[in-house]
Protein backbone atom coordinates (compact mmCIF):
# COMPACT_ATOMS: atom_id res chain seq x y z
CA UNK A 1 0.00 0.00 0.00
CA UNK A 2 0.94 3.61 -0.75
CA UNK A 3 0.77 6.49 0.66
CA UNK A 4 0.72 9.70 -0.77
CA UNK A 5 1.42 13.07 0.77
CA UNK A 6 0.49 16.17 -0.97
CA UNK A 7 2.48 19.49 -0.62
CA UNK A 8 2.28 22.92 -2.20
CA UNK A 9 -0.95 24.35 -1.71
CA UNK A 10 -1.80 27.66 -0.58
CA UNK A 11 -3.63 31.03 -1.49
CA UNK A 12 -2.58 32.75 -5.29
CA UNK A 13 -4.12 35.66 -6.95
CA UNK A 14 -6.35 34.87 -10.33
CA UNK A 15 -3.53 34.84 -13.40
CA UNK A 16 -0.56 33.23 -11.02
CA UNK A 17 0.73 29.77 -10.55
CA UNK A 18 1.48 27.42 -7.94
CA UNK A 19 3.09 23.60 -7.96
CA UNK A 20 1.36 20.82 -6.04
CA UNK A 21 3.53 17.61 -4.99
CA UNK A 22 2.78 13.87 -4.18
CA UNK A 23 5.35 11.79 -2.56
CA UNK A 24 4.90 8.55 -0.94
CA UNK A 25 5.02 8.69 3.08
CA UNK A 26 5.62 4.29 2.30
CA UNK A 27 6.04 2.74 -0.64
CA UNK A 28 6.96 3.54 -4.02
CA UNK A 29 4.63 5.11 -7.64
CA UNK A 30 6.88 2.37 -9.02
CA UNK A 31 4.04 0.36 -11.83
CA UNK A 32 0.55 3.10 -10.69
CA UNK A 33 -1.25 5.80 -12.19
CA UNK A 34 -0.73 8.52 -9.73
CA UNK A 35 -3.65 11.33 -10.26
CA UNK A 36 -4.78 14.34 -8.81
CA UNK A 37 -8.41 14.89 -8.29
CA UNK A 38 -10.00 18.19 -6.73
CA UNK A 39 -13.26 18.81 -4.75
CA UNK A 40 -15.20 21.71 -3.56
CA UNK A 41 -17.92 21.95 -1.20
CA UNK A 42 -21.74 20.63 -2.57
CA UNK A 43 -19.68 19.45 -6.20
CA UNK A 44 -18.88 16.27 -7.11
CA UNK A 45 -14.82 14.73 -6.89
CA UNK A 46 -13.26 15.84 -10.20
CA UNK A 47 -9.99 14.13 -11.80
CA UNK A 48 -7.73 16.84 -13.15
CA UNK A 49 -4.78 15.15 -14.59
CA UNK A 50 -3.29 11.57 -14.35
CA UNK A 51 0.44 9.66 -15.31
CA UNK A 52 1.76 6.50 -15.53
CA UNK A 53 4.75 5.72 -13.66
CA UNK A 54 5.49 3.20 -16.15
CA UNK A 55 4.64 4.99 -19.66
CA UNK A 56 4.63 9.04 -18.53
CA UNK A 57 1.52 8.76 -20.28
CA UNK A 58 -1.01 11.49 -19.03
CA UNK A 59 -4.19 12.75 -19.29
CA UNK A 60 -6.11 15.53 -18.39
CA UNK A 61 -9.82 17.26 -17.54
CA UNK A 62 -10.92 19.41 -20.36
CA UNK A 63 -10.79 22.32 -17.34
CA UNK A 64 -6.71 21.77 -17.23
CA UNK A 65 -5.50 21.48 -20.94
CA UNK A 66 -3.38 23.79 -21.71
CA UNK A 67 -3.12 25.10 -18.24
CA UNK A 68 -1.94 22.36 -15.87
CA UNK A 69 1.44 19.81 -16.18
CA UNK A 70 1.45 16.72 -14.78
CA UNK A 71 4.73 15.42 -14.28
CA UNK A 72 6.76 12.91 -12.82
CA UNK A 73 10.86 12.98 -10.59
CA UNK A 74 11.99 9.30 -10.95
CA UNK A 75 15.15 10.44 -8.72
CA UNK A 76 12.51 12.05 -6.28
CA UNK A 77 10.10 9.35 -6.72
CA UNK A 78 7.14 12.44 -6.96
CA UNK A 79 4.50 13.89 -9.22
CA UNK A 80 4.05 17.21 -9.31
CA UNK A 81 1.10 19.29 -10.92
CA UNK A 82 2.31 22.45 -12.05
CA UNK A 83 -1.35 25.01 -12.42
CA UNK A 84 -1.15 28.34 -14.67
CA UNK A 85 -3.32 30.75 -15.14
CA UNK A 86 -5.40 30.05 -12.11
CA UNK A 87 -8.68 31.06 -12.01
CA UNK A 88 -10.73 31.31 -8.91
CA UNK A 89 -12.95 28.13 -10.01
CA UNK A 90 -9.54 26.14 -9.36
CA UNK A 91 -10.50 27.01 -5.92
CA UNK A 92 -10.64 23.39 -4.05
CA UNK A 93 -8.98 21.18 -1.57
CA UNK A 94 -6.95 18.69 -4.19
CA UNK A 95 -6.24 15.31 -3.76
CA UNK A 96 -3.36 12.70 -5.01
CA UNK A 97 -4.57 9.49 -5.48
CA UNK A 98 -2.71 6.49 -6.37
CA UNK A 99 -3.92 3.06 -7.78
CA UNK A 100 -1.90 0.07 -9.30
CA UNK A 101 -1.80 0.03 -13.44
CA UNK A 102 -4.33 -2.12 -13.81
CA UNK A 103 -6.85 -1.50 -11.18
CA UNK A 104 -10.34 0.32 -12.08
CA UNK A 105 -10.45 2.60 -9.04
CA UNK A 106 -8.09 4.24 -6.76
CA UNK A 107 -7.28 2.80 -3.47
CA UNK A 108 -4.74 5.44 -2.09
CA UNK A 109 -5.50 8.93 -1.06
CA UNK A 110 -3.89 11.86 0.84
CA UNK A 111 -4.76 14.10 3.19
CA UNK A 112 -5.48 17.44 0.39
CA UNK A 113 -3.72 20.45 0.29
CA UNK A 114 -6.03 23.51 -0.22
CA UNK A 115 -5.50 25.82 -2.94
CA UNK A 116 -7.83 29.17 -3.19
CA UNK A 117 -7.09 31.46 -6.10
CA UNK A 118 -8.81 35.14 -4.88
CA UNK A 119 -10.00 37.05 -8.22
Known amino acids: QVQPVESGGGLVQAGGSLTLTCEPS????????VAWFRQTLGKERELVAA????????SYADSAKGRFTISKDNAKNTVSLQMRSLKPEDTAIYYC????????????WGQGTQVTVSS
Open 97 to 108: ATKQLLAYEYAD
Open 26 to 33: RGTFSSRT
Open 51 to 58: ISWSTGGT
